[in-house]
Nanobody, 124 residues
Framework: QAQLVESGGGLVQAGGSLRLSCAAS????????MGWFRQVPGKEREAVAA????????YYADSVKGRFAISRDNAKNTVYLQMNSLKPEDTAVYYC?????????????????WGQGTKVTVAS
């Protein structure tokens, strides 16, 4: 069974950067698409970025295009989310997830393993 552990969250000023990491254990992630999602209290969990099994295809939410970058290192069983030019509206708990298939998607219903989340707070 795959376990995902996120790290790298914290408090940052608007305009700053953070890099989130998602380390997988138990099973390799190399054959599966991965995604980053975020959630604020009272709202549904939304997709931020997703990446295919080989890193060849990436998708982004319109709200983060040009500011965030998802990447993966299958040898390290790790996925990253580089977040630049952060805005207060990026404040949320960020979750890493693994899909049970190699093709990329932004639908959270198609991801079946989730981490516990890491909190990101962007101060104005």
């Amino acid at each position: 069974q795959a376990q995902l552990v996120e790290s790298g969250g914290g408090l940052v000023q608007a305009g700053g950067s953070l890099r989130l990491s998602c380390a997988a254990s138990g099973r390799t992630i190399s054959s599966y698409a991965m995604g980053w999602f975020r959630q604020v209290p009272g709202k549904e969990r939304e997709a931020v970025a997703a990446i295919s099994w080989d890193g060849g295809t990436t998708y982004y939410a319109d709200s983060v295009k040009g500011r965030f970058a998802i990447s993966r290192d299958n040898a390290k069983n790790t996925v990253y989310l580089q977040m630049n030019s952060l805005k207060p509206e990026d404040t949320a708990v960020y979750y890493c997830a693994r899909r049970g298939a190699p093709a990329v998607t932004m639908s959270r219903y198609l991801f079946n393993y989730w981490g516990q989340g890491t909190k990101v707070t962007v101060a104005s």
